[in-house]
């Protein structure tokens, strides 16, 4: 196994890295550094450039308008966007929905949604977890009802991440409850314009409104916007999991945030030297540094076997690349000390040019700490990851 670069793959870096150069608005790409707060016109905005050179969709197939690249080639473009600050181009359309319509949607479905996701058209999210159902997704009770040539939806969907800005979700549904839990789920496409739908914001710690519940209350949805077969939605939801822990680990991020400790950790003294010399606090970074390329290493690893669908060694990439992300904020708010406690929402959200204590590095730490502990659970937590590992790996 080679896990070295080939001529062609540095000589698609160096494409990729020109185009991020002089494409890339540097107004975003100081947001991004900077830990700002990214509103929906910054996602849209870096979605459409990306898009206008046709690389939007770097996984899709050429045939549905993607870039067609291979594994590697996809590493390489999230590692050099993670590298820039590009805003992310958020998976729930293009690397979650979409590849389950490509694997199991008809015809009509395709030609109507793809080019909408991939144009950013519609904006998607994803209606998976309930109250009482988070890792136990399929314990699901939002219910579907046919009701001639429309299904009658009711329920609730929470931790919807950036619902309030949604076109559409992709929800899974509940349409037999008669048979194990499993086999009675559904996968169903719908409209957040739809009458009988409420979006209920779920503000963080932080202040920051980026998850939501979302009510169904007889909410009619054709039955032409169900996906593959009534009753399969199971076996679709599992093979979008599968898509969504892949890219979980972000190598590239994490190494782009570990540069940005260095730095505050340089920048900042302690005893008269900058932290990054005393040897305990070096030392905790030095260990982050190789469980961070032992992750990079993994990764490649997953990816030099392309011709394999995601399997359960994408959970050890979310297991520990939730836990390195976590790590580095910790270390983030341990450089800084009581320097990062102050909270300043206007700068965060732009309104202000500089923070009022002083320190615009410091001034979102906290929340950025705070908000990085939702990894360890989000995209199924980690002690199911665990679970998964040990069955399908380990065989135990």
Not at 226 to 244: F, P, Q, R, S, V
Request: contains cysteine.
């Amino acid at each position: 196994m080679d896990l070295n670069y080939t001529a062609e793959d540095l000589a698609f870096r160096d494409t990729v890295r020109a185009f991020l150069a002089a494409n890339l608005p540097s107004d975003l790409q100081q947001k991004v550094r900077q830990h700002l707060r990214l509103q929906k016109d910054d996602y849209v905005r870096w979605h459409r450039i990306a898009a206008k050179q046709g690389w939007a969709a770097p996984a899709w197939p050429v045939e549905f308008g993607g870039a067609g690249w291979n594994a590697t080639q996809r590493h390489i473009w999230e590692e050099e966007c993670a590298r820039a600050g590009t805003p992310p181009i958020l998976p729930f359309g293009i690397n979650m929905v979409a590849p389950v319509i490509m694997a199991f949607g008809n015809a009509e479905q395709k030609a109507y949604y793809l080019p909408r996701i991939l144009s950013c058209e519609d904006w998607w999210c994803q209606g998976y977890s309930e109250p009482g159902s988070g890792s136990d997704l399929a314990s699901l009770k939002t219910t579907a009802e046919r009701a001639g040539d429309h299904y009658i939806v009711n329920g609730q969907k929470t931790w919807t991440t950036l619902g309030q800005h949604a076109d559409m979700i992709f929800c899974l549904v509940r349409t037999d409850a008669n048979v194990r839990k499993q086999e009675g789920i559904s996968f169903l496409l719908i409209d957040m314009k739809t009458p009988g739908i409420t979006v209920r914001p779920i503000i963080m710690l932080d202040e920051d409104h980026e998850v939501n519940e979302v009510f169904f209350d007889n909410v009619k949805v054709p039955v032409a916007n169900l996906i593959g077969k009534e009753n399969k939605g199971w076996t679709y939801a599992k093979y979008l999991l599968g898509h969504e822990r892949t890219g979980i680990a972000a190598v590239g991020r994490s190494k782009r945030e570990l540069l940005f400790l260095k730095k505050v950790a340089t920048e900042h003294l302690k005893h008269g030297k900058p932290l990054l010399q005393d040897p305990l606090f070096a030392a905790k970074v030095a260990n982050l540094e190789i469980e961070l390329m032992a992750l990079e290493t993994t990764v490649l690893r997953v990816i030099s076997q392309e011709a394999h669908a995601p399997g359960p060694e994408a959970s050890m990439l979310k297991v520990r690349g939730s836990e390195i992300q976590q790590l580095l904020t910790e270390l983030m708010v341990e450089a800084l000390g009581p320097d990062a406690l102050p909270f300043d929402t206007d700068y965060l959200e732009g309104k202000a040019e500089h923070c009022l204590t002083g320190d615009d590095a410091a001034a979102p730490l906290a929340g950025y700490y705070f908000n990085f502990r939702k990894t360890s659970i989000y995209g199924g937590s980690n002690e199911i990851q665990k679970n998964i590992i040990t069955q399908m790996i380990l065989g135990l």
